[in-house]
């Protein structure tokens, strides 16, 4: 078998902070000193400069603190689109609205929301892409 044959049917997360195994989540580095959460990974904190990070699971149900109706995109994303900043248990967010209308009507500050996976594609070895974004809870 080779390695191309092994990773068919394989699905891979599209950031390293989406984990798919279990219930699918997101995890962060927290500053063990001051809780500061990041996605990205640091040398050292932004709120008190110290070093020290544990991985910690971020909830997967929030709220919606602040969006944007997005209707100009790069060429090939299709639009509109929701980009929302969502508050996870204190840890914020940022991720797409996605199975609900993206219009003023159907989108409001403060509305439930819980973390879901989408697919973005197959490349041709079989490996499928995983994102995130976050869809309505009720």
Do not use: W
């Amino acid at each position: 078998m080779t390695s191309e044959q092994s990773l068919a049917g394989r699905r891979i997360p599209l950031v390293d902070y989406l984990v798919l195994e279990g219930e699918p989540h997101l995890v962060a580095h927290e500053c063990v000193t001051c809780a500061a959460r990041y996605f990205d990974r640091r040398n050292a904190c932004a709120s008190c400069e110290q070093a020290e990070f544990r991985v910690v699971d971020v909830p997967t149900e929030g709220e919606l603190r602040a969006f944007t109706i997005v209707s100009f995109a790069a060429p090939g994303v299709p639009v509109p689109f929701v980009a929302g900043v969502v508050d996870c248990g204190g840890t914020t967010v940022r991720g797409n609205v996605v199975n609900v209308a993206p219009d003023p009507e159907h989108i409001r500050l403060g509305m439930k929301l819980r973390l879901t996976t989408t697919s973005l594609g197959t490349d041709a070895a079989g490996v499928e892409a995983i994102g995130y974004g976050f869809e309505p809870a009720a």
